[in-house]
């Protein structure tokens, strides 16, 4: 095979060496073959044992859906599942395709669905037009159910495996990429997505190399053609000579000797030359992760995006397994803070659990994060609750994502108050002077941010929504990610604008978007005032070595002339240059 390079967006740095594995989702490509005579009793036995374990799914979710604290969308989901599920469509004609052309269920199902799913397709109602959305996804729990497991990839960690795999996909949700945290792979790379999509940074917390925004990668690329990844440069290679191949493990040993290097610094005080104090929190997914945010010693959980818990999962997690999930993570950081975010689901972020906002128009402007959240107050109180009940346990302290409008952000507050009340009640303890904050990830809260000082008690600044939504970019979509600027004159104003005034209302404000775990930007943060970051874990070395080498009081006086300038490739060259 010739080989041939495909360069995509650089979204996690490093090296990896690996056979391609291909991943698609279950509904697009499964296996057709045909079967013998003598073996189609048992794939219909087969296809209707699929079809029973779904309806045991759904009737355990129907109970769950009654259970308080789900949200109310769930009920109706499970209902619409459970009916389609019974269409002679998907029950019963598939049996006939298995009996008649001898295929395979899969095969027979995909065919039934498509067929239902034009029949939708004709239909003028757009509101019924879209249950089509919901036809595919209970095909996909009848495939699931099929192969006998859920959608998994890879090989699971500790399993033994001496050929490194690199996931290649079309597209990967946050929610695919989450489960490589529990399997061995070296790398992936995508056709789709943005630099800063909630995919590329789980990508950077696993500090496994990826490349996205490929565009057409994956029809190109067989199973177990050897590939290299330059997480880096945002390059893939396929089928690379020996000669290439040999330059790549060069510079991945190269990598490695740096990143080693840096464990130099895991006990040095972030401390500038000029002597001043700069906190390095980590931001983690899940209760696991703190591993790794001890390794490196950081100063606390910046940012714990709680939404990986309801993740790849039909239920969602009750108020207990909530409560342990923080209370693991508080105990593990023995009174270090540890900044718990309230449910940021929605936009690129879904959960199966959830439902019907996924069906939103436009997602990322619509019933995302603390608007979710305020919408469904039984949900919102049983995780408010686990908070509070871990926060005995720990420095806890509550981030709350998406904050806009000062009535919000008092909804928000009676509602912790409410959580604080009912726990009273159930004498459970929690800490009464528990610390609030508000996430400033939309450029109308950087502007106005007097409901915020008047009742919160720190801020985090979001630079990875607070960039999508100042350009009006989609930081998920590879089309527009050129565009994605986070030296734009504009969001570096209001970023500096926020550390500013936080500064001068003596109120703590950390940045905990992509942009403070980026060493090249160290710099400029710091100049602009910023005293606590937080990043993945995989990136507090590097950041931690920008600022040991760092003066502040320079800093502050070129970034005050940096703020000033308009023209992008001068703004461009002074960060560099600081
Ligand atoms: C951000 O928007 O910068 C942020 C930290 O939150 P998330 O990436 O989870 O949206
Ligand atoms: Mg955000």
Known sequence: MASFALHGLAVSPGIAIG??????????????????????PREIERFEEALASVRADLAALRAEAGAPGSPTELAALVNVHAMFLEDPLLAEAPKTLIRERRCNAEWALVQQMNELVAQFEDIDDSYLRERKHDIVQVVERILRALMGKPRKFGRKAGEKEERELIVVAHDLSPADTIQFKNLKIAGFVTDLGGATSHTAIVARSLAIPAVVGLHHARPLIREDDLIIIDGTRGVLIVAPDERVLEEYRLRRRELELERSKLKRLITAR???????????????????????????????????????????????????EQYEAYRQVARAMGGKPVTIRTLDIGADKTAGALGAYRQAPNPALGLRAIRYCLAEP????????????????????????MLAHAHEIEQT??????????????????????????????????????????????????????????????????????LYDPLHPAVLRLIAHVIQTAQKAEMPVAVCGELAGDPAMTRLLLGMGLRQFSMHPAQLLAVKQQIVMADTEQLSAKVTRLLRMEEPERIREQVERL
């Open 19 to 40: 056979h391609a594995h291909l991943v698609s989702h279950a509904t697009l490509e499964v296996a057709h073959y045909t079967l013998r005579e003598r073996e189609v």
């Open 378 to 401: 039984q949900l919102f109180l049983a995780q408010l609750r686990a908070i509070l009940r871990a926060s005995h346990f720990g420095k806890v302290q509550i981030l709350v994502p």
């Open 270 to 320: 972030a401390t500038t030359l000029d002597d001043v104090d700069v906190t390095l929190m980590a931001n983690i997914e899940l209760p696991q992760d703190i591993e790794q945010v001890k390794k490196v010693g950081a100063d606390g959980v910046g940012l714990f995006r709680t939404e990986f818990l309801f993740m790849n999962r039909d239920t969602l997690p009750s108020e207990d």
């Open 413 to 482: 507050l009676g509602m912790i108050e409410l959580a604080k009340h009912e726990l009273r009640e159930r004498r459970c303890k929690f800490d009464e002077a528990i610390a609030v904050g508000g996430m400033i990830e939309i450029p109308a809260s950087a502007l106005a941010l007097g409901p915020f000082l008047k009742h919160l008690q720190f801020l985090s600044i979001g630079t990875n929504d607070l960039i999508q939504y100042t350009l009006a970019i989609d930081r998920t979509d590879e089309s527009v990610a050129h």
